[in-house]
Nanobody, 118 residues
Framework: QVQLVESGGGLVQAGGSLRLSCAAS????????IGWYRQAPGNERELVAT???????NYADSVKGRFTISRDNAKNTVYLEMNSLKPEDTAVYYC????????????WGQGTQVTVSS
C-alpha cells in the first residue's frame, strides 16, 4: 500500500514562494500520475496540477505560470513549486495518486496548510 506524506507548507506573504513536497513509499509511485489538489474552507477540493510518469504536466488556469509541478522518481517525490503566491492560494494542499484502473485519485496524503497573507 502506497503512503503519501506532504510537507513544505507554511505562512508566506503575498508575492512569496513555497515549495511543497510529496514523498511516497512503494515502487509503483514512479509509474503513476500524481496530482496536487487544494481545498480552502467552504470550497470544493480543486485539482491544481498533475504530472504523468513521463513528466507531462497540466495546471489549473488559476495557477498557470505561477506553479510548477515536477517529480524525482529516484526519490519517490513530487514537488509543487509555488511562486507569486496570492491570498486566494490559501488552502490545505494534498497530493494524490491516480489509480490507472478506475482513473480516480484514490490514495491521498494528510495535507499541508498553505497560508498567504495580504
Amino acid at each position: 500500500q502506497v503512503q503519501l506524506v506532504e510537507s513544505g507548507g507554511g505562512l508566506v506573504q503575498a508575492g512569496g514562494s513555497l515549495r511543497l513536497s510529496c514523498a511516497a513509499s512503494g515502487s509503483i509511485f514512479s509509474r503513476r500520475v500524481i496530482g496536487w489538489y487544494r481545498q480552502a474552507p467552504g470550497n470544493e477540493r480543486e485539482l491544481v496540477a498533475t504530472i504523468t510518469s513521463g513528466g507531462n504536466t497540466n495546471y489549473a488556469d488559476s495557477v498557470k505560470g505561477r506553479f510548477t509541478i515536477s517529480r524525482d522518481n529516484a526519490k519517490n517525490t513530487v514537488y509543487l513549486e509555488m511562486n507569486s503566491l496570492k491570498p486566494e492560494d490559501t488552502a490545505v494542499y494534498y497530493c494524490a495518486l491516480k489509480n490507472p484502473f478506475t482513473m480516480r485519485y484514490d490514495t491521498w496524503g494528510q495535507g499541508t496548510q498553505v497560508t498567504v497573507s495580504s
